[in-house]
Nanobody, 131 residues
Framework: DVQLVESGGGSAQPGGSLTLSCTYS??????IGWIRQAPGKEREGVAG???????VYVDDVKGRFTISRHDAGNTLDLQMMSMKLEDTAVYTC????????????????????????????WGQGTQVTVS
């Protein structure tokens, strides 16, 4: 199994920035990235890096968030800029056995199925609040 530990959550003002970091035990899956869940909403993909290093972003964060993977230290960073109120969520680092394009677009139900099948490994999550 892949172990993932997040750090860097906290508070930011609208228009501000915050950086999240994830330390992973290994990158043996196809995609490693960030999934978030806002209050009262289902989980949704944010950004990820495919095994070949290609970054993938969902439309809502393109141009605002930057994801980077550092294999030397087994870390994955998510730099969030121009933050919006709607970025408030619990952000979870996850590793999935699917391409980032498929992983980040998976529905909450599909993510549950992937988790049961051990196609997805999760960190514990970190709170990000924009206010």
């Amino acid at each position: 199994d892949v172990q993932l530990v997040e750090s860097g959550g906290g508070s930011a003002q609208p228009g501000g920035s915050l950086t999240l970091s994830c330390t992973y035990s290994e990158f043996s899956t196809s995609c490693i990235g960030w999934i978030r869940q806002a209050p009262g909403k289902e989980r949704e993909g944010v950004a990820g890096v495919d095994h070949d290093g290609t970054p993938v972003y969902v439309d809502d964060v393109k141009g605002r968030f930057t994801i980077s993977r550092h294999d030397a230290g087994n870390t994955l960073d998510l730099q969030m800029m121009s933050m919006k109120l709607e970025d408030t969520a619990v952000y979870t680092c996850a590793a999935g056995r699917a391409s980032c394009q498929d992983f980040l677009s998976a529905t909450a139900t599909e993510l549950q199925t992937f988790t049961r099948m051990q196609y997805v490994f999760w960190g514990q999550g970190t709170q990000v609040t924009v206010s």
